[in-house]
């Protein structure tokens, strides 16, 4: 195999593994659309809506414990198929839910395979990226997290519109008109369908083979990925590391993997209590008062979603260039700064006008092109492989907690401190994220997964 077609062969390889990052993009942003309708049909009170939005969570926390249980057993492959069926049985259950309860379940089943995607996903493009490529290509699975968003929402005004025509068709007058949030979700089966073709062409990772003792496919799938040197050499160095760390039980409290798992977990949560989510949410209000009317909310959600994909591709670009700690500073700095001055128009109430949105715009771009991809990025790279699937599903299960955490407080801190003081405080938490990255976090640009024990890993 040429260099050329190996080069497309990686590629191929970690843009497949990235779509789930789409499905879980798409399915978390599928429900914006869906559940005022969803609402009207099942008459929901305030505490079933939020039942119908947390199911979804609840589904990734079990999905994320899933991973980590068998990933090491069934391999890295084997696990990304069964997020995939997930994410299918998920949309077809949603679109076909003959009842409430039949919907939460299949809101599960989905977050199920969202959690499962969160984990394996990256890891596996983390285990077959070349160490000079490695933040570019874990770097995909953010971006299409970033579509799949981008998507649901074009998705779902494309089924507004249609369902405000009457169609001929029973049964696809009864999805698209008559209750169209079915569509919305039934939708979501062909990026599903095109995920699991995609993954059946994928081979397993190399590092999982030689960990279960399959050391000549390992070989054989290097060879198709790397020059004749390079894999022969990556596999000595995966053996190595192997044999070096399968002695001792570094999982989960040892000193040795005390320091990574220190800065996956503080990375993940920190990512969230950015205020990232909760901005998204509130978008629609800032623009309000910005004097977009809220009657164009498709509007709003197209421009984050256009600025978050653009701002994701400079951190495909420059990730393996400048390292994961310039871009970590730097838009850090951004996010910071423009969350303190979006504080500063709440406190003084000059909210209407633009310079809040261009502020919200800073923002979301600088998180962008840093902790939205970066974290991501580390968290998968600076685990040793005998344990890298329940170190890397323990950083995760951080980040959801720290999703159910914003999502759950931070209504109540804005009514009773106002949205100055909530700027604020995601800006003290960045500022903390700001220092621990410059003091703690260490450069892993161009350096091999097994060179990463010299990194990271504290002797005995």
């Keep these: 195999m040429s260099a050329t077609q190996q080069a497309s062969h990686i590629n191929y390889i970690c843009m497949a593994a990235a779509l789930g990052g789409l499905l879980f993009g798409f399915d978390t942003a599928v429900i914006s659309g869906a559940e005022n309708l969803l609402k009207i049909q099942f008459s929901l009170d ?64 989905g977050g199920v395979g969202v959690g499962m995607a969160s984990v394996v996903s990256p890891m596996y493009i983390a285990e077959f990226a070349p160490a000079s490529k490695r933040g570019q290509m874990i770097a995909y699975y953010q971006l299409a997290i970033t579509v799949g968003i981008l998507l649901a929402y074009f998705s779902n005004a494309f089924v507004v519109a249609v369902s405000k025509d009457q169609i001929s068709n029973g049964v696809l007058n009864w999805l698209f008109s008559e209750q169209s949030w079915r569509a919305m979700f039934l939708i979501m089966c062909a990026p599903s369908i095109l995920f699991l073709a995609a993954l059946f062409k994928l081979p397993e990772s190399p590092r999982w083979l030689v960990s279960v003792n399959r050391n000549d496919e390992a070989r054989n799938i290097l060879n198709t990925i790397r020059t004749p040197d390079d894999a022969g050499k990556e596999l000595n160095e995966i053996v190595n ?165 914003v999502g759950q407080f931070f209504p109540w801190l804005l009514e009773k401190a106002g949205a100055a003081i909530t700027f604020w405080a995601f800006a003290v938490f960045s500022i903390f994220n700001l220092v621990f990255s410059l003091t703690v976090v260490k450069e892993t640009n161009g350096k091999t997964l097994e060179e990463m024990n010299e990194v990271f890993i504290s002797p005995h």
């Design 46 to 109: 305030a505490t079933m809506e939020g039942w119908l939005v947390s199911s979804g969570l609840l589904g990734c926390i079990i999905g994320v414990f899933t991973t980590g249980i068998i990933s090491d057993r069934i391999g890295r492959k084997k696990t990304i198929l069964i997020a995939g069926i997930m994410f299918f049985l998920s949309g077809v259950g949603c679109a076909f839910a003959p009842s409430f309860t039949i919907l939460i379940i299949s809101r599960m089943l």
């Design 241 to 405: 590391a192997r044999n070096k760390n399968e002695s001792s039980s570094l999982f989960p409290i040892s000193k040795a993997i005390r320091i990574p798992l220190l800065i996956g977990i503080v990375l993940a949560v920190l990512q969230q209590f950015s205020g990232i989510n909760a901005i998204i949410y509130y978008g629609p209000r800032i623009f309000e008062t910005a004097g977009i009317p809220s009657s164009n909310a498709l509007a709003f959600q197209v421009i984050i979603g256009a600025i978050n994909l653009i701002f994701t591709m400079v951190a495909i670009k420059y990730a393996d260039k400048y390292g994961r700690k310039s871009l970590l500073k730097y838009g850090l700095s951004g996010i910071i700064l423009s969350l303190l001055l979006c504080g500063v128009l709440f406190y003084t109430n000059n909210t209407q006008g633009y310079l809040l949105l261009v502020l919200i715009m800073v923002y979301i771009a600088c998180f962008a092109f840093s902790l939205g991809p970066v974290t991501w990025i580390i968290i998968n790279e600076i685990f040793p492989t005998n344990i890298r699937v329940k170190a890397v599903s323990l950083c995760t299960l951080a980040l959801w907690v720290a999703v159910w955490m």
